[in-house]
């Protein structure tokens, strides 16, 4: 009965909302609750798509029109060039490059996250947290390399292959963190994403993935051999 109310600390602050309960024969008053910072993130953190939006809006009521300046094209303007193994990694073509993107699942049967790998770029992963299909990663793509206010820091997140344990570097656009990630780009990815089963992504901090606390997603690499001979045959002769 107690659902949607607050949840105190000892002091009286509101730590929470609290949720729901379980009770069974093996346990009784186990009670659940919304962090306070969970529900503000929520509330107050502007989704990708309005921040893009905003961005976007913002660029075409101050930047001069130069028509010498290349027009980077709609994030529609892509094509799939195949989609390959049981993890459904995609061959993309979109402003001149073609991209390898793999998704991410926190169970087996969704979709969460991609990662984005440039083979003519080979030193360095972009993760999108967040974004679950083709069209916001080309859009986010697009919001990137139009920003002005780009930056790159430390986080607390982490990617695992093999036996490497590498350090994510968070996006901030305009001062606001991003969830999206960037790898070190110290050496090529090629012979790891062909020889490793997976990559694991360890997120933390609720407010840059779609999950509470520590997130583990898994980006299968089952289909990324054959993804990179069609862009050997397909894309290498575009360049």
Do not use: H
């Not at 303007?77 to 061959?91: E, P, S």
């Amino acid at each position: 009965g107690s659902s949607g109310g607050g949840l105190f600390d000892s002091k009286g602050n509101l730590i929470g909302i609290t949720t729901a309960s379980k009770s069974d024969e093996n346990a009784q008053n186990i009670n659940f609750a919304l962090p306070t910072e969970m529900i503000e993130a929520a509330i107050l953190e502007p989704t990708i798509d309005s921040m893009i939006a905003d961005q976007s809006d913002d660029a075409k009521a101050n930047t001069p029109t130069n028509n010498s300046e290349q027009i980077i094209p709609s994030e529609n303007d892509y094509t799939v060039l195949g989609t390959y193994g049981k993890d459904r990694i995609v061959l993309a073509y979109w402003y001149n490059r073609c991209y390898i993107l793999i998704p991410g699942r926190y169970n087996p049967n969704t979709i969460n996250s991609v990662a984005v790998w440039i083979p003519s770029s080979p030193n360095g992963l972009l993760i999108l947290s967040r974004i679950t299909s083709i069209n916001g990663v080309f859009k986010f793509i697009k919001w990137f390399m139009e920003s002005k206010n780009v930056n790159v820091t430390d986080s607390k997140s982490y990617l695992f292959y093999g036996k490497t344990l590498e350090r994510l570097g968070i996006i901030s656009i305009n001062g606001v963190k991003q969830p999206a990630y960037l790898t070190s780009g110290n050496k090529p990815y090629t012979e790891s994403l062909i020889s490793e089963d997976g990559l694991i992504g360890q997120f933390y901090n609720y407010s840059q993935t779609s999950y509470d606390g520590l997130t583990s997603i898994t980006f299968g690499l089952s289909g990324f051999t054959d993804a990179l001979d069609s862009y050997n045959e397909n894309c290498v002769a575009k360049r």
